[in-house]
């Protein structure tokens, strides 16, 4: 399996436009994540899909971020409009299990809004 | 409130020293443990996970975690450093048996391995 696939890797952008990134989970997997990485606020839960349904999206910093996940294969996070305060890396996660099943991490997409 | 507490935000041993990563735990349900590590401009990988078999967990490049339920505690340990282990590392836990379970990390610990 290729694992966890995001897009972009990299995206810059000017503060005030539209910003999705998008994720590919693992094949078979049914829980999938986003996290936020900052140097002041570490790995932020923003929010997460269980067989493509939001079950937790208190993570999610303010109305201007939204996260869908239309079916099972794909999941994008907006943010709309974007402020430099948005920039970081995010990263997307997916699972096939609860308990002690680990998440499998893509490679992340560092934003950068100038 | 479920939380994970890694103390130290920067650890730094010499190369061939004992390495030692703490991570305390809060939980009300059954903690299922992870430490992954994060190498630069990467995405995280697991290096270990509590399976409750055993409370000492062997993990990948001879790093293990004990658990110890009476202390709350999963701390990290390698034997003796090598260069390459310098990374963040990061202790998460599950909050649930169930699929629909979150998973929430510490803020991390940066190591750094001194000549």
């Known amino acids: 399996d290729a694992g966890v696939i995001q897009s972009p890797r990299h995206e810059v952008t000017e503060m005030g436009q539209e910003v999705t990134l998008r994720c590919k989970p693992i094949?078979?997997?049914?829980?999938l994540f986003w996290y936020r990485q900052t140097m002041m606020r570490g790995l932020e839960l923003l929010i997460y899909?269980?067989?493509?349904?939001?079950?937790?999206d208190s993570g999610m910093p303010e109305d201007r971020f939204s996260a869908k996940m239309p079916n099972a294969s794909f999941s994008t996070l907006k943010i709309q409009p974007s402020e430099p305060r948005d920039s970081a890396v995010y990263f997307c996660a997916s699972s096939f299990r609860g308990g002690n099943t680990e998440a499998f991490f893509g490679q992340g997409t560092r934003l950068t809004v100038v | 409130a479920q939380s994970v507490t890694q103390l130290g935000s920067h650890v730094s041993v010499s190369e061939g020293a004992l390495v030692l990563l703490r991570c305390n735990y809060s939980s009300s349900v059954p903690p299922y443990l992870f430490w992954y590590v994060q190498y630069p401009n990467q995405g995280l990988q697991l290096l270990l996970k509590?399976?409750?078999?055993?409370?000492l967990v062997k993990g990948i490049n001879g790093f293990e975690a004990e658990f110890k339920k009476s202390e709350t505690s999963f701390h990290l340990t390698k034997p003796s450093a090598h260069m390459s282990d310098a990374a963040e590392y990061f202790c998460a836990v599950r909050l649930g048996y169930s699929s629909a379970s979150k998973i929430i990390f510490g803020s991390g610990t940066r190591l750094s391995i001194r000549p």
């Open positions: 899909f269980n067989n493509n349904v939001p079950i937790d």
């Open positions: 094949s078979g997997h049914n829980s």
């Open positions: 509590y399976t409750s078999a055993a409370t």
